[in-house]
């Protein structure tokens, strides 16, 4: 991976133009992914989109947007897609939307870091890669306050050069049920019209919120923010973590059982088809110790996730935790159960640490007050009264 | 295709169909909509909904505990001279049966989105048009739109045919889950004013159920009876092709649009040899494939159905002869029917029997669950079709993107 560029020589768009001229491929439909969490950010991403086809729509082109319809988005923290379409005329928008779920993306826009680890909104699907449809030269828009360095450790590898784009921020899980405007959506657009200027110009999305009464002065602020702030990385081929990715085969109607039947599992056994943990933000760390062995956590989650050891304590499988800090909530001793963010994990992955703690108690509790001094979430951000939490691009206090 | 230029003014907005469903639904000024939520259907539930927040829409919403309510709803209140808008999903719209079975005999223009659904078990949310096509031997008539322009423009239409005094009928718009209920284009929107004189107002005239007006509706009947309510409601069904050929032309006239046939979409078939024949979304991979193909020479055209009750017999009988061979799409299964193909196979087949010319016809059932119908597999089912055309063997009925 090279350095960072200068954030204002934005990037050519490296597309697979050979034998094609430049007009050529300016004059290409080209598809914007924004990979969101289900219900958090679903407002979010569609705003977006929408936003995509409008300043299009400035130099006569014409676009669509599509929600990725199996991902069940109404289901919270699930990583879910939507996408928007444009092309410079009838013909050739026909062209991609006839294929719905678009096949290579020009920018894949993903609005929480967390997810850059990989996507699954089907269990069965496999944990596909971020950027498993980046096209040649593509570029990978985030929000996060992590460095590329870090992210590189959970985004895989590509065999073309690429551009990782970071948006300096703390990703927007603003939008429970009601959305609450933070001004992310005008940032992110800024952030893209600096990388890829083919998608839109900025002058183009500036007249877009300029013309909707209901946007006002902070939102231009927001957009020029994120015009300014994002740092553009090149990727070289190669760089980034191994891609293990195997794409799942699904049975033919003959290997299937009839009467729509799947096998499940003997009591006390786990499932290992129906892992969830990709709908996770963050991640519960037990202190192992304190534990009064009162079983609230094994009893409340609502997935199941803790395990029973012999000594009657309960270990978590991360497999299948998704995150949703009801164990944190309902455990009475103090600080024995802690959220923490789940990029804080790259290393261990989902690992069981409980060995660890077994082997050396005072290794564990440095390595778990590390965990929690770095990445400790109190509650996700929709409780967060600061909604314009992306001010000078610097992460809000979660404490307060 | 001739387009006039549309009286009045239109503005584009870039909305999903069900979104633009919603759009028609306020400018048809709609006063009862009875709503619960499915999907893909409720997306126009929350459409409405936000028009009426707004203050754009002055209607009443009335959520009901079940589909069986909210239909019985919309029912009534049509009765008692209401405008309404209702729909649904799937399972949704097969529990609302009782009331969807009794609609077109009440001769209630109830107007019905919906949202195609697989009927689960499994759990599914994706197209298939088993759902809205329970109801096709009732007297519901059925439309099944392309795009969400499309879905603007025949819930106009939907008021304008079902409302008409010589039909008096509801009115049902297939609109398939995903494709079209959930991703968004720009439409083209009318104003109230031309929408005006293209949908007068709602007049049920001495069947208004009203105190002032003394009526009772249907009251228990034996057999007696039955037969002769029957055969009204044969005979309005028959009135109905020409209704819509008036309402066509108007909709041509007031909005520059709807193309030159009111029943069915021609698309690049003035010299072709073969065509597919399908309904809804699958409309857009068929004409990307219809145009690859014909640049490498291939006579292939397309034929997308909009009305599907009342059945265009007659006029398809007259286009389709011109064809060697028509391949029929099927996004749904009919288990056990003649050849075991799907629905529109089967009906088109009874259509043509009389014909002059009768053009061989094939069947595919593809696309089922929400499985997507893709040129490369729209390209497949040419090839099967020009090799009917050609006078080969192959399957009648064939399984498209189905795993062995």
């Known amino acids: ?95 991609h939307m006839a294929k719905y779920e678009p096949n290579e993306l020009d920018v894949i826009t993903v609005l929480d870091d967390t997810l850059c680890d990989g996507v699954e909104s089907w269990a069965f699907y496999g944990r596909q890669p971020i950027n498993l449809r980046l096209r040649r030269g593509g570029t990978l828009l985030v929000i996060s306050n992590r460095s590329a360095e870090e992210l590189l450790k959970v985004i895989p590898r590509k065999p073309w050069d690429w551009t990782l784009a970071i948006l300096p921020g703390t990703p927007s899980l603003g939008g429970l049920w009601v959305y609450r405007d933070d001004g992310t959506d005008m940032r992110v657009l800024g952030a893209i019209a600096r990388t890829r200027p083919d998608i839109f110009e900025f002058s183009a999305v500036e007249s877009v919120v300029n013309e909707d009464e209901k946007l006002g002065e902070e939102h231009l602020a927001a957009l020029r923010d994120g015009y300014e702030e994002v740092v553009i990385h090149e990727v070289a081929a190669g760089v980034g973590k191994e891609d293990d990715y195997e794409p799942v085969r699904l049975p033919g109607y003959k290997e299937m059982r009839e009467g729509i039947i799947v096998e499940a599992r003997k009591l006390g056994e786990r499932n290992p088809d129906y892992k969830t943990s990709s709908d996770r933000t963050m991640r519960p760390v037990v202190n192992f110790d304190t534990c009064i062995k009162c079983r609230q956590c094994w009893l409340d989650c609502p997935d199941e996730c803790f395990d029973i050891t012999e000594e009657g304590f309960h270990p978590v499988n991360y497999d299948y935790c998704t995150g949703c800090g009801i164990c944190a909530q309902v455990c009475p001793v103090e600080d024995c159960i802690v959220m923490v963010n789940d990029l804080e994990f790259i290393e261990e992955g989902n690992e069981d640490v409980f060995p660890m703690w077994k082997e050396d108690k005072e290794a564990y509790h440095r390595w778990r007050e590390e965990k929690i001094a770095n990445g400790r979430i109190e509650h996700h951000d929709y409780f967060n009264a600061d909604t314009w939490a992306w001010s000078g691009g610097k992460q809000a206090d979660r404490t307060s | 295709m001739t387009i006039s230029k549309p009286l009045g003014r239109q503005t584009e907005k870039l909305t999903t169909g069900t979104q633009a469903v919603a759009q028609a639904v306020k400018l048809a000024d709609v006063d009862v909509m009875a709503a619960y939520p499915i999907r893909p259907y409720d997306g126009v539930m929350q459409a409405v909904a936000k028009l009426i927040a707004d203050g754009e829409l002055d209607a009443e919403y009335i959520v009901a505990e079940s589909e069986h309510s909210q239909f019985e709803i919309c029912k009534h209140a049509s009765a008692v001279g209401s405008r309404v808008f209702v729909g649904s999903s799937g399972v949704g719209w097969m529990y609302a049966m009782e009331s969807n079975a009794v609609t077109p005999s009440l001769r209630l223009p109830v107007v019905a989105m919906i949202g195609n659904r697989a009927l689960d078990d499994p759990g599914a949310f994706g197209v298939e048009h088993n759902d809205a096509m329970a109801v096709r031997d009732l007297g519901w008539l059925l439309f099944w739109v392309e795009d969400a322009q499309e879905c603007f423009d025949a819930t106009l239409m939907a008021y304008r045919v079902g409302e008409d005094k010589r039909v008096f009928l509801p009115v049902g718009l297939g609109v398939d889950g995903a494709f079209i209920t959930h ?19 709602y007049d049920l005239g001495e069947r ?72 809804g979304s699958l409309g857009l991979p068929a004409k990307v494939m219809v145009r690859r193909l014909r640049d490498r020479g291939e006579k292939v055209g397309f034929v997308r159905l909009k009305w599907f009750r009342p059945f265009p017999d007659e006029e398809l009988a007259e286009v389709l002869g011109r064809f060697r061979a028509v391949g029929v799409v099927d996004r749904d299964y009919a288990y056990g029917s003649p050849q075991h193909g799907g629905v529109l196979f089967t009906d088109l087949r009874a259509a043509l029997y009389d014909a002059e010319r009768r053009p061989r016809v094939v069947n595919f059932i593809g696309g089922l669950g929400g499985r997507e119908l893709t040129p490369e597999m729209m390209d497949e089912m040419a090839y099967i079709t020009k090799r009917a055309a050609a006078g080969e063997t192959v399957p009648t009925v064939s399984w498209i993107g189905v795993r062995e």
């Not at chain 2, 968004?184 to 949908?199: A, R």
């Open chain 2, 208 to 279: 208004l159920l009203h105190p002032d007006n003394p009526i009772s509706i249907a009251p228990q009947a034996n057999e007696d009876w039955v037969m002769e309510i029957r055969k009204q409601t044969d005979d309005a069904a028959k009135r109905v092709k020409g209704v819509i050929r008036e309402a066509h032309d108007d909709f041509r006239r007031l909005f520059g649009r709807g193309g030159d046939n009111p029943f069915f979409e021609e698309y690049m078939t003035e010299d072709a040899e073969y065509v597919l024949f399908g309904m």
């Open chain 2, 183 to 201: 991703s968004q284009t720009l439409i083209k929107i009318p104003d109230q004013e031309t929408v005006n004189e293209f949908l007068p107002p």
């Open chain 1, 1 to 95: 991976m090279s350095s960072g560029t200068e954030a204002n020589t934005p990037p050519v768009a490296q597309d697979s133009a050979a034998g094609r001229s430049s007009t050529e491929v300016r004059e290409e439909a080209k598809s914007v992914e924004f990979t969101y969490r289900g219900i958090y950010q679903k407002t979010l991403a569609a705003n977006l989109c929408k936003h995509v086809v409008m300043a299009a729509r400035k130099r006569d082109w014409l676009g669509s947007t599509i929600q990725r319809y199996g991902d069940s988005p109404e289901r919270n923290g699930v990583p879910a897609k939507q996408f928007a379409v444009i092309a410079p005329d009838e013909m050739r928008l026909q062209e």
